[in-house]
């Protein structure tokens, strides 16, 4: 991911309301966690603490640019770890930045030879490349606007200008420069 790794980590972390409606309807945020674990060094994009139907939970955020054939195992590894952590259950969400071929989707399923299936993991994977921006614009979700850049029928001047005004009115600064660094990608791209 790169160039866009610091931007939409603190996308996550200026807006953890947002991001907890988008990926879990009904669910009410109760705040950030660390994602860095100490005992191996890896660091997720986000996780957030959220409460739903009076239970506390973790949503693990994850961003992705390119096919990784290994991503379930990676956000498997992220989702124990923080389980481990903080002893709370832990939903994976695995946000698709661009359109890839044939990406792997959930569930991850690892299989045993001559005994059967060892492990089924369930993650939820949201590919903004084939969201409609309408879907996501209906969510009126003001810190996540910047992927709307990267919905289908998203990148157009005027939907980054409708970005820009609403995370001015915010004060949102964070996810100001995210929906600029998408906007200029999105314009080298062409």
């Not at 239970?55 to 956000?75: C, M, P, S, T």
């Not at 810190?143 to 200008?161: F, H, N, T, Y």
């Amino acid at each position: 991911m790169g160039k866009w790794d610091l931007s939409l980590k603190t996308l996550v972390w200026e807006n953890p309301r947002d991001f907890v409606s988008l990926l879990l309807a009904g669910a009410r945020c109760a705040g950030r966690r660390e994602g860095q674990f100490q005992k191996r060094e890896i660091r997720s994009d986000g996780l957030l603490e959220a409460e739903y139907a009076g239970e506390k939970l973790l949503i693990h955020v994850e961003f992705q640019v390119n096919k990784d054939n290994e991503i379930g195992d990676r956000l498997l590894d992220y989702n124990y770890e923080a389980r481990r952590a903080y002893r709370l259950p832990v939903l994976s969400c695995v946000i698709s930045l661009k359109r890839v071929a044939e990406p792997p989707l959930p569930p991850l399923i690892w299989h045993v030879p001559g005994w059967g299936r060892s492990l089924a993991f369930q993650y939820q994977n949201l590919e903004l490349a084939e969201t409609p921006a309408e879907e996501l614009e209906q969510k009126h979700l003001v810190g996540i606007s910047p992927l709307l850049l990267l919905c289908k029928g998203g990148a157009k001047r005027e939907v980054l200008d409708q970005v820009v005004t609403g995370l001015e009115a915010a004060k949102k600064a964070e996810s100001l420069m995210a929906a600029k660094l998408i906007a200029l990608s999105l314009q080298e791209e062409r």
